[in-house]
């Protein structure tokens, strides 16, 4: 079996386990408030916050707006080429009832996640430039991601390629414009 056939393979049993998963109303909860946070509010509140800070707050939204920008060209260049349908198409979660942004085009494929790609690229240069925060702020860029594959938006392996993308992306960022 190749490796992408095993992926494919895992990310198929999994979800489907995912997808049968009747999650506490809490968690049911919190996977919609992060996915929607993911839509952009998170985003606003951090853009703001930061802005509020000063000069290393400009600095940081700066970068993050950099690294924001560079994730979403390399997002949307992988997602016009591989064009992997979303779970949701297949089947819907049987405790959840949401679908795709739509916004754009590239909204309706999976691969890779924009909420995940998103999350760790401004959230990981948040994390490295206020080494306080960086374990709230990570948690919270995770769990928009895992809120995509709980929702049925996304496949396991749409996320994490998407959160390694945008770990690299805002890292490599934050060397060259904040370090």
Request: charged share 15%.
């Amino acid at each position: 079996m190749s490796v992408l056939a095993y992926v494919l393979a895992s990310d198929d049993r999994l979800s489907g386990r995912i997808l049968e998963w009747r999650p506490p109303r809490w968690v049911r909860v919190w996977m919609l408030v992060a996915s929607r946070l993911g839509d952009g509010w998170l985003w606003l509140a951090a853009a703001l916050l930061l802005a509020a800070i000063g000069n290393r707050g400009l600095s940081v939204l700066s970068a993050g707006t950099v690294s924001a920008g560079l994730a979403n060209v390399l997002l949307l260049c992988v997602k016009g080429r591989v064009r992997r349908p979303r779970p949701c198409e297949r089947a819907k979660p049987r405790h959840f009832d949401v679908n795709p942004l739509g916004w754009f085009p590239s909204d309706r494929f999976s691969f890779p996640s924009g909420h995940a790609t998103n999350a760790f690229a401004i959230g990981s240069v948040i994390a490295l430039a206020f080494p306080p925060v960086a374990v709230p702020i990570l948690a919270l860029a995770a769990s928009v991601a895992a809120s995509r594959v709980v929702l049925g938006l996304h496949w396991p392996s749409d996320v994490l390629a998407g959160a390694l993308v945008g770990l690299l992306v805002g890292t490599s960022v934050w060397v060259v414009l904040l370090q």
